[in-house]
């Protein structure tokens, strides 16, 4: 026999020692139920409680007189994969992007400064927020903000604050901290919800919207692009901001806010991280619509505040409303 | 230095909650708060295995990790303690833990109003003085300071709920494992690896 021969056979020999370890290997290990599989085990290795250890993994409610929820779970395994979700890509992305964009917004306004009206203004007022949409307005913008340091003094404190002001000083301030985050949330999600009913309709698509996305809204060319009563910037803002991520850290706030419902540590860890990642890109957003509320546009800030513009305002940022109203019409998207 | 550490020895462990009851007891517990509980794996079934489990004091603790107020701290023996007056109880760390050790007198209320987190202190106390009323009060009593091992691992009837240094406690249950049984090597599934279980008990029809 030469050596190539030997080696074939030998090759063979082990491929088919392979397969048949692979047939035999998981029949023996599944096919008895875990309590019979340690009954047999003990008559057979007295002391081998490998199946039983093998059970305790599995993340099942087993008999305990402790009448707590989940006391019967001897160890649950998701809060590992929940410890290294949080402390690490949410808490390191989360935190740089919540400096970047803010430094981002910052330059923006340093190198481009405020977008201004191209013509003088003419004194005479049109309305733009009735009372009832700026009260809904600045509850629900005053909630955000009280949540929004709160919560992220919850999540990044411990690396921020405590360095500055000591273990004792944060452990009582955050104390305050979380008991007003867990009784101011319920009532933004109160405001959220009747934000989206007053805006809905004057966020659906228009025509209009098409051509705003063209120019970027003018915000890199100064240019002023027509829109309706809001444009395509403030629809998204409305759309993604507000309706998916308002909601979605508002129901998540919520499960983690009234844990007297039953929840699982499984659920309780789903919650917080969905309110972690929603809450942090809507204060992204936030701080991209605080900007033009407040320094970005002239004249948007008193919109929100008296509720009235300046004619010229009006015409410049949001030309087919204001043809709308002096129309006579409500100004709403028309048919 | 000491690496204090539990043990339960799951063939020792009838479930008969003593180590429950003298926790309870030793630190007057409020009602709704157990630091320790035994959990029954297959109840009734022949071969059903019983653990007193609580914290076990984790040497990379997840409690500790996400903690917002960073409230926990680990003393020389290894054993992890908490600082209640920075406790929030916003419950994290009973979502992260494994043994669902963090207990919380104020249980699952609405506004997440759970109270001051309270665990196992592994008879150590916390930041206060030892032995002083104010750490009684928050913590339960302090036995390790007094030179003696926590009351749960005391009382245990079978001596299956071992406590103390780990290197010590590890070479008692390693001579148990050794003697126990009629084959030594049957206890450490020598026959797992190196024969058939059908084989091993013809050798033990042989011997006998």
């Known amino acids: 026999m030469t050596t190539s021969n030997f080696a074939s056979l030998l090759g063979r020999w082990l491929i088919a020692a392979c397969l048949m370890l692979a047939w035999s290997l998981p029949l023996r290990a599944a096919d008895a139920p875990p309590a019979q599989q340690q009954a047999e085990r003990q008559q057979t290795q007295p002391g081998n409680n490998a199946p039983m250890w093998r059970e305790v993994r599995q993340d099942k409610a087993h008999f305990t007189n402790n009448p707590g929820n989940e006391a019967g779970v001897l160890i649950q395994t998701g809060g590992d994969a929940w410890r290294h979700l949080r402390n690490g890509s949410v808490t390191v992305y989360g935190g740089w992007l919540v400096i970047l964009v803010a430094a981002a917004i910052a330059l923006f306004y340093m190198i481009k400064g405020p977008l201004t009206n191209h013509d003088p203004l003419t004194g005479r007022l049109i309305q733009r927020f009735p009372r009832v949409e700026r009260v809904i307005h600045w509850l629900t913008a005053g909630t955000f903000l009280i949540l929004a340091v709160t919560g992220l003094a919850i999540l990044f404190g411990k690396h921020v604050l405590i360095p500055l002001i000591g273990h004792s000083a944060f452990g009582y301030l955050m104390v305050l901290g979380k008991n007003v985050h867990n009784f101011i949330g319920p009532l933004f999600a109160v405001s959220t919800v009747a934000m989206i009913v007053i805006w809905a309709r004057d966020n659906v698509w228009q025509n209009i919207d098409a051509l705003w996305i063209r120019k970027a809204g003018g915000l890199l060319s100064g240019e002023h692009v027509p829109s309706g009563r809001f444009n395509f910037g403030e629809k998204t803002w409305f759309w993604i901001g507000v309706t998916i991520l308002g909601l979605s850290v508002a129901v998540s706030g919520l499960i983690l806010d009234f844990p007297n419902f039953g929840q699982t540590r499984a659920d309780m860890q789903l919650a917080s991280v969905v309110h972690a990642i929603a809450a942090i890109v809507m204060l992204l957003l936030a701080f991209g619509h605080i900007y033009m509320g407040t320094i970005g546009v002239k004249g948007a800030y008193d919109s929100m505040k008296s509720g009235y513009v300046d004619e010229t305002w009006a015409r410049e940022h949001h030309e087919h409303w204001y043809n709308d109203v002096k129309a006579g019409k409500s100004g709403h998207p028309q048919g | ?208």
């Open chain 2, 1 to 208: 230095m000491a690496r204090m550490k539990f043990l339960c020895d799951a063939e020792r462990c009838i479930e008969c909650n003593g180590c429950v009851t003298a926790c309870k007891n030793e630190h007057e517990l409020p009602w709704g708060v157990n630091r320790r509980r035994v959990v029954t794996i297959n109840d009734g079934v022949p071969g059903e295995k019983s653990i007193s489990v609580s914290c076990m004091h984790c040497a990379d603790a997840p409690c500790m990790a996400v903690c917002p107020t960073d409230c926990f701290y680990k003393t020389e023996e290894g054993v992890v303690l908490h600082n209640k007056d920075a406790c929030i109880g916003c419950g994290y760390c009973f979502f992260a833990c494994p043994f669902g050790a963090p207990q919380f007198p104020g249980g699952n209320s609405a506004f997440g109003l759970r109270g001051k987190m309270d665990k196992c202190t592994f008879c150590a106390g916390g930041p206060e003085e030892n032995g002083s009323k104010a750490e009684l009060e928050k913590y339960g009593r302090n036995r390790l300071a007094e030179g003696k091992l926590p009351a749960c691992a005391e009382m245990c009837a079978t001596k299956a709920l071992l406590a103390g240094d780990a290197p010590v406690i590890s070479d008692i249950f390693r001579d148990r494992a050794l003697r126990r049984g009629k084959a030594g090597d049957a206890a450490w599934g020598w026959t797992t690896a190196y024969g058939k279980p059908e084989q091993a008990a013809a050798v033990k029809e042989e011997n006998k």
